[in-house]
């Protein structure tokens, strides 16, 4: 699996990691929805579950469902702050095309 991530996404995820101890990784992945099909999600995970895989990030356990894989492999993780707003942003050599507003993407 090559998933990256930048030093700001790595200190953001650090940041919430240190903030729920309990936390087994943070959660990388996509679910179906939004006008392009697909849209990331990240969040801390309680558990690596059956069909996850886990892997250090530069120090950061990422866990990654094996039915997300083919959809993320090769994605840059980056954290920005834009005035008052900051998120994830996600470099995915494998999107074919975003909607407009940013939020979801499409593969194939």
Known sequence: MSISITPAANERMRHFLA?????????????????SGFAYVVD??????????????????LIVNDKNLA????????????????SFVFHN???TGECGCGESFTVG
């Open 19 to 35: 903030a729920t101890p309990a936390a087994a990784g943070v959660r990388f992945g996509v679910k179906r929805t939004g006008c």
């Open 44 to 61: 801390l995970a309680d558990a690596v579950g059956e069909g996850d895989r886990l892997v250090d990030v530069d120090g950061v356990p």
């Open 71 to 86: 959809l993320v492999e090769g994605t840059v993780i980056d954290f920005q702050r834009q005035g008052l707003n900051a």
């Open 93 to 95: 050599p494998n999107a």
